[in-house]
């Protein structure tokens, strides 16, 4: 699988953006797929995550109610909708895909147990 991350860019404090996440291959609808982020000089960490069914989705406290995770399995594309940026959203955001076909009900959280990563898309947002 091979994944191709899009959409970021600069954007005032409360606006938004829609990271797009288009995977190759056939077996996309199997795999959870999850979104990180990456601050300069910080850890990568977790944002969102949705199960390959599309049913259960999940957060990282800091961007709950404020971004929503989406995927449309027949275009192969995760989607993660950004609304209310802050400054500190400020960091480079990847897109990964289980490689399991487990994660029918549920999503990993851990960049651990993702298979495929996509490059990351620069989102910036100035005060």
């Known amino acids: 699988v091979q994944l191709q991350a899009s959409g970021g860019g600069l954007v005032q404090a409360g606006g938004s953006l829609r990271l797009s996440c288009a995977a190759s291959?056939?077996?996309?609808?199997?795999?959870?797929m999850g979104w990180f982020r990456q601050a300069p000089g910080k850890e990568r960490d977790f944002v969102a995550a949705i199960s390959w069914s599309g049913g259960n989705t999940y957060y990282a406290d800091s961007v709950k109610g404020r971004f929503t995770i989406s995927r449309d399995n027949v275009k192969n594309t995760v989607y993660l909708q950004t609304d209310s940026l802050k400054p500190e959203d400020t960091a480079e955001y990847f897109c990964a895909a289980s490689g399991d076909g487990s994660y029918y009900y549920t999503a990993p959280i851990r960049s651990s147990e993702y298979v495929y990563w996509g490059q990351g898309t620069l989102v910036t947002v100035s005060s």
């Open positions: 291959g056939r077996t996309f609808s199997s795999y959870a």
